[in-house]
Nanobody, 125 residues
């Protein structure tokens, strides 16, 4: 499956952005989807994940209450709504797809089989 992330940009602290990730080449509803991010000099970290139907989600503590992950299986797209952005949210954001049959450990980088190219989010103070 191919993943194409979009929606990044330069915003000010407190602003909102919505990232999108369009999937092609597979049956989208068969995949757990995740958003990860990587800031300069830091390891890639999980932001959020969502199960096949959207019924279960996971959020990292750093974004819980500010970010919302959702998916539209009819459009083969997963979204990340980011509100109250902070400078520490600055990173390249990646979407990823997992073929695993369990949502357990969906925060695990190694659970994901396919990755998008990343979209840069820069939050100025």
């Amino acid at each position: 499956v191919q993943l194409q992330a979009s929606g990044g940009g330069l915003v000010q602290a407190g602003d909102s952005l919505r990232l999108s990730c369009a999937a092609s080449g597979g049956i989208f509803s068969n995949y757990i989807m995740g958003w990860f991010r990587q800031a300069p000099g830091r390891e890639r970290e999980v932001v959020a994940s969502i199960d096949w139907s959207g019924g279960s989600t996971f959020y990292s503590e750093s974004v819980k209450g500010r970010f919302t992950i959702s998916r539209d299986n009819a459009k083969n797209t997963v979204y990340l709504q980011m509100n109250v952005l902070k400078p520490e949210d600055t990173a390249v954001y990646y979407c990823a797809a997992s073929r695993r049959s369990t949502f357990v450990n969906s925060s695990d980088y190694y659970a994901y089989d396919y990755w998008g190219q990343g979209t840069l989010v820069t939050v100025s103070s």
